[in-house]
């Protein structure tokens, strides 16, 4: 099983802040996946394969990455993207998910 | 528009079963592989199995191989999870969710989820 390791595990950022999650592989992956969930609400898909952004998704979010290490990146934080980002790898059975970065506003 | 609705959540004793359910409309549910991922209470995500469009495959984390029984009933557009020998560490909100594509694990789409309390 692939184990992912998400860093920080909280962090708070201040309105128009550049914002930078990190996911780390214990194997290799071709792409890395990730969720926004809200508090109280289901996950919402947000970037797919690695880069991909997800339809209605703001276009300050993006990805990148590969291998074992990936990120999500935020280019200036909005009040509305307090939330958890979860990463989640899908090379093989069982898809894993990383533990969560809880993104505060400062 | 893609709906995901779950349903049969409550609260149950160890040892006894449930049977989750979730109506799909918006697409072609038959096309898709269908899953379901488990959130405890205050924790992250967990997957816990994934079924092929003709129900002909299935896949399941290892602890929940052999008491959950994921399946789908095409003609009525709905997936199910069967949750017997229910533990307390199956407590969670549970999701229904869509693979996007055959054999592509990740998920598109989710249901607002329904809760599983497993407790004396």
């Known amino acids: 099983e692939i184990v992912l390791t998400q860093s920080p595990t909280t962090m708070a950022a201040s309105p128009g802040e550049k914002v930078t999650l990190t996911c780390r592989a214990s194997?290799?992956?071709?792409?890395m996946y990730w969720y926004q969930q809200k508090s109280g609400t289901s996950p919402k898909l947000w970037i797919h394969d690695t880069s991909k952004v997800a339809s209605g998704v703001p276009n300050r979010f993006s990805g990148s990455g590969s291998g074992t290490s990936y990120s999500l990146t935020i280019s200036s934080m909005e009040t509305e993207d307090t939330a958890t980002y979860y990463c989640?790898?899908?090379?093989?059975?069982?898809?894993?998910f990383g533990g969560g970065t809880k993104l505060e506003l400062k | 528009e893609v709906h995901l609705v779950e349903s049969g959540g409550g609260l149950v004793q160890p040892g006894r079963s449930l049977k989750l359910s979730c109506a799909a409309s918006g697409f072609t549910f038959s096309n898709y592989d269908m899953a379901w991922v488990r959130q405890a209470p205050t924790k992250g995500l967990e997957w816990v199995a994934s079924?092929?469009?003709?129900?002909?495959?299935?896949y399941y984390r290892d602890s929940v191989k052999g008491r959950f029984t994921v399946s789908r009933d095409n003609a009525k557009s709905t997936l199910y999870l069967q949750v017997d020998s229910l533990r307390s560490e199956d407590t969670a909100t549970y999701y229904c969710?869509?693979?996007?594509?055959?054999?592509?694990?990740?998920?598109?789409?989710w249901g607002q989820g329904v809760m599983v309390t497993v407790s004396s």
């Open positions: 079924i092929s469009p003709s129900g002909g495959s299935t």
């Open positions: 194997s290799s992956v071709s792409y």
């Open positions: 989640q790898q899908g090379r093989s059975y069982p898809p894993t």
């Open positions: 969710a869509r693979h996007p594509e055959f054999g592509i694990l990740y998920f598109d789409y």
